[in-house]
Each structure stands twice: as C-alpha cells, then as structure tokens.
C-alpha cells in the first residue's frame, strides 16, 4: 500500500467533510451543497450514495482484502503480494493451530466450504487469491485449541 496519505477537506456553506484517502483517482463531486473530490485508490467510482443534498461517489481500491468483523483475531495484517495475499496475526496463548476462512461476504459464516487453510504459525499465504477477477475478499481467523 503506498505510504502517501492525504488529507482533503471538502466544504459548503452548511458542512465541512475531511476525507483521507491514498492515492489521488477519483474526480470532482458536486451537488447544489458540497463537492467531494477524489475516490479511495481509483478513478472510477464504485458506489454512489446520494439523498436529497448531496451525491457521492465512492471508489476504493480493488480488490480489497479485509477481516470480517466476525473474526475472532482482529488484529491481522494482510498484504497483496500478486497473485497471493499474505496474513500475519499476533500469536494467540494456547492456539495449537489457526484456520483461515475467505469469504466475499463481509458477515460469513466459517465452513469447509470458504476454509483456505489451517496453520500452526501466525502467517498463512493465500496463494493466487488474486489471479482471477478483482473481486472484494473477507478473512476469518479462527484460534484452535492444541
């Protein structure tokens, strides 16, 4: 991921909106009361979210590797190293191995059908998870007892 981080802020006469982002894709958007420019890491949007007063249009960087907040280890780094990705996690006392579960769904359910692989270290290579499509990918880290 690249180390450039900045720091926009957006305005109107009625909110100011300070968005982070990495990378400067995206473009300008606006609306009778705000404009909002820039996306996440791409030039393209992905989503637009818009109500009444504003419309923004949303990019983020594809595909994106992330923990479910149902992993019981939240505390896990993962990395693209193409076409792999590679997690670490701090070491759990009392963890004989680890399993690692994948998922597109942020809020999966663990099973042997999404289970990529079971460790007895605190990293595990997901190998070539990102050869085919870009496609947004959620990890789950199970402690199992030796």
Do not use: C
């Not at 982070?20 to 420019?37: E, H, P, Y």
């Not at 820039?38 to 960087?61: D, K, M, V």
């Not at 670490?88 to 579960?101: D, F, L, P």
């Not at 042997?112 to 496609?135: E, H, I, M, W």
Request: neutral net charge; charged residues 10%; hydrophobic residues 35%.
């Amino acid at each position: 991921m690249p180390a450039l981080l900045l720091a926009q802020p957006q305005q109107s006469e009625h909110f100011r909106i300070t968005k982070s982002v990495i990378d400067a894709g995206g473009g300008v958007s606006t609306s009778g009361n705000f404009a909002l420019t820039s996306a996440f890491g791409q030039p393209t949007p992905i989503n637009t979210q818009s109500s009444e007063h504003f419309r923004l249009y949303a990019g983020y960087l594809s595909p994106v590797l992330s923990v479910s907040p149902l992993s019981p280890i939240q505390r896990l780094v993962i990395k693209e190293a193409q076409p792999d990705a590679v997690l670490n996690w701090e070491a759990i006392t009392g963890a004989g191995s680890y399993s690692v579960y994948r998922n597109t769904g942020i809020n999966f359910t663990p099973g042997p059908g999404n289970l990529v692989g079971t460790t007895t270290n605190t990293t595990f290579t997901d190998t070539n998870v990102l050869a085919g499509p870009a496609v947004q990918q959620y990890y789950i880290v199970i402690v199992n007892n030796p």
